[in-house]
Nanobody
Framework: QVQLVESGGGLVQPGGSLRLSCAAS????????MGWYRQAPGKQRELVAT???????NYADAVKGRFTISRDNAKNTVYLQMNSLKPEDTAVYYC???????????????WGQGTQVTVSS
């Protein structure tokens, strides 16, 4: 009933930039927090950044000062601007959203399918 579709991943050289997008669609009453997580090969999924409906942001220490999360509430879309990329940023990036599908039910988490980001020369 709710789909999250990511785009914008790819191959980039160290020091380069990428912008990820994630659009939520379907039966949506409201969206609370949205965020980005990543999972590198052989590692657990980890938080990258989150943003509340009011625009408050939170970042992992590893990306502070390099990544910027933003959202367009009218489009139910969250973005991740990634600058000064490093090889250690290589991972599958997943979009997450805390969605309420009706006013009278509790919200729950939804996940996108993931988009690959590879930082390599």
């Amino acid at each position: 009933q709710v789909q999250l579709v990511e785009s914008g991943g790819g191959l980039v050289q160290p020091g380069g930039s990428l912008r990820l997008s994630c659009a939520a669609s379907g039966s949506i009453f409201s969206i609370n927090a949205m965020g980005w997580y990543r999972q590198a090969p052989g590692k657990q999924r980890e938080l990258v950044a989150t943003i509340t409906g009011g625009g408050n942001t939170n970042y992992a220490d590893a990306v502070k000062g390099r990544f910027t999360i933003s959202r367009d509430n009218a489009k139910n879309t969250v973005y991740l601007q990634m600058n000064s990329l490093k090889p250690e940023d290589t991972a599958v990036y997943y979009c997450n959203a805390d969605v309420k599908i009706f006013s009278f039910v509790r919200s729950r988490d939804y996940w996108g399918q993931g988009t690959q980001v590879t930082v390599s020369s």
